[in-house]
């Protein structure tokens, strides 16, 4: 496939696509360097193409070059700035997992002044055995709506669960995390949702701090509107959600306490490692991620419209898709989000798999596309925008079928890149090293060297926050036994989570 034409015309692409403040990417005919504008860069993109062909190297390779550039200006001018930021939802971990050994090797290289900007403008949110980002369920923001917080986020829950919730449970999940929400001294783990359920001393102290009357009146009268069986099943739903010690911990405290421990919340750069193990389950998984990324569009209006802002959305595709409601706060976000100075960077293998009106909007809005191998429907939206070469004579179904022949079976790193305006270009993206080879470092020491200087201001011990989750349901087994003496041991023990999912008491040693 040829897709550059004459030196002249070539020359001419390059210098428009360099702006006035060129990152050089690709490399085109003739061995030219590629180099695009920031401008252009911090703008919505498509990043299309099958996994294991050079996606996420390529964010790597565009975000180390500007930190570069940034880490540059604080030594030499004394900045103390990065001068913009990057949210990353990822729920592969491929994209994070580099950028965070590529901040790492930064730290590693910088100065004193260099290493405090980057202990300062870094949020990693990510779950292992020994540490945790705190995720509250519930983010208190008075300019969107509560409703409109909990029917996103308990749509996108239930959506990734791998079991199935009825109409009623979904709604009781709205109406729960609305409660929430209206009262933030309580949060979204068990032995709430048992209480709020079974107990009516405590279901009625709660109504009397909630605002909304609908809500009011619905827990106010809940047993009458509610079937007592859906009730139960509906626990037993949460009971499954929660099961996974780390999400309990993870959702479990409430927003006051998380303030209190100082944890960073927002940076410039934030790194979200959603990526599925066997530290939680799918369906959380991608609730979190999602969760984020709710956030971040929800606070978008709020911050400095001076700073650009690029979200990538590692998977875009399938976590759009999980839940109507968000797509839409997508889809009808890309206008404003430029005027915004931010800018949406969709990942994904193809955008077949999109409903037609959403696939429309993308590429209406994506100032760029970048197509490293991908199916013929790909080809066929970027082949009228193909620079031909004068000399070409073949006929334009021979030039088609070559093209569409040929983007299916792209190597490794090669793209096809659009910038609209101008021509597209077959490129090949620029190498880049291994973090840990540039370094001279196992890559085992540029980890630690992140988790030990960046993560230690946004995650907490995972010791530490069972015990804070702790306290926090021992005030709750107070509360109750307070309003009800004689009421039996507090629900959300290992006991209650049995009998809540029906399996009954856990029988004695020695039956």
Sequence with gaps: MRAVGAAPNLASILVALAGTCPISLFRTAGDRVVGVDLATIFRHALILGASGFGKSWFKALQFYRI???????????????????????DVKSETAQLLKLFIALMFLRGNAAVREVLRESVHFVGWSRSRITLRPAFAIMSDISVEYQARIKADLLVRASRSPWSEAQHFLLVQTLRAIGEVPEHTFVLMFVELLCRNESFRLRLVEKLTSRDLIDFFAHLPQRIAPQTLEAFIRRVAIELGYSLVRLILGLPPHVIASLGLRQHAPITLVDA????????????????????????TASRRDPSVP???????????????????????????????????????????????????????LNAVTVTAFQSPKSVGE??????????????????RKREFLRDIESLPRQEAIFWAKGQ?????????????????????????????????????????RAAALLDDYEASLSREVRASSPSTSRPPGSVRDLRSALGLGEEPDDDE
Excluded: K
């Design 67 to 89: 930190l570069i550039r940034a880490c540059r200006r604080i030594a030499e001018q004394g900045s103390h700035v990065l001068g913009f930021e990057t949210t990353v939802v």
């Design 275 to 298: 990526g599925v193990s066997n530290t939680l389950p799918p369906s959380i998984a991608y609730a979190l991620a999602n969760w984020v990324l709710t956030d971040e569009l929800f």
């Design 309 to 363: 802002l690029t979200i990538v959305l590692e998977e875009a595709v399938a976590l759009l898709t999980m839940a109507t409601d968000l797509l839409d706060l997508v889809l009808n976000g890309l206008r404003m989000l430029r005027s915004l100075n931010v800018n949406i960077e969709f990942f994904a293998q193809s955008l077949e798999s999109l409903p037609q009106h959403a696939m429309r909007e993308m590429l």
């Design 381 to 398: 939206l970027l082949y009228p925008h193909v620079l031909r070469e004068p000399q070409d004579r073949r006929s334009e179904a021979d």
């Design 423 to 463: 021509p597209a270009l077959r490129v090949r993206t620029l190498d880049l090293e291994r973090p840990e080879r540039i370094a001279g470092i196992p890559v085992e020491e540029l980890d630690d060297i992140f988790h030990r200087e960046i993560t230690p201001t946004s995650t907490i011990e995972v010791s």
